[in-house]
């Protein structure tokens, strides 16, 4: 095996990606006072989410304490936008506001991602079996294959909150459950 290097040193190496983590390093400090969210036990999650098929953070009750702690980094009409996915909302208000729209979208899922117990980040089949985030609702990022008894479990990750949750590996997530059964 080779030396690990340092951070520094690799950087030092590649000094074109030297901006990209300074940014995420002033990220990381801006929001390392966000504390996760007093959300229900995960049980009540679970049932709150699987009843109806609503993601956590697309129920009324949930949204408001998302918008409160986010509140202090982006205006409130901004955040409410975002988290409800509302594209040209977003798009309008970052225009009149005179922000950069991806950059915007980094800093609210990223805080959103801090707001999220880790209990809540991990999904087994057997929680949730649709083609978007049981928290958040947005579509998957990521899909990874891991080793799982004898094969393969598909896992997926959000690209907002990052949650994972585990997927059928046959099938494609833009199919819904009842076109795959």
Known sequence: MGKIKTLESY?????????A???????????????????????????????EKIPLLQQEKFQAP??????????????????????????KICTAHEL??????????????????AELKTWTKDDWQ????PICGRRPVLAQLKKFNDGR?????????RTLWQWRCVGWTCATSATLT
């Open 21 to 51: 983590a300074n940014f995420h390093f002033k990220l990381e400090e801006r929001l390392s006072d966000v504390k996760p969210l007093d959300l229900p036990p995960r049980d009540k999650v679970l049932k709150l989410v699987t009843a």
């Open 130 to 133: 649709e083609n978007y985030c």
């Open 153 to 161: 479990a598909r896992w997926l990750l959000c690209g907002g909150c």
């Open 66 to 91: 998302v918008l409160d702690a986010t509140e202090r980094f982006l205006p409130r009409a901004l955040s409410k936008s975002l988290l409800r996915q509302e594209n040209l909302s977003v798009k």
């Open 11 to 19: 950087l030092a190496e590649h000094e074109f990606l030297r901006e």
């Open 100 to 117: 950069n729209e991806p950059l915007t979208r980094k800093l609210f899922w990223a805080a959103v991602d801090k707001l999220i117990p």
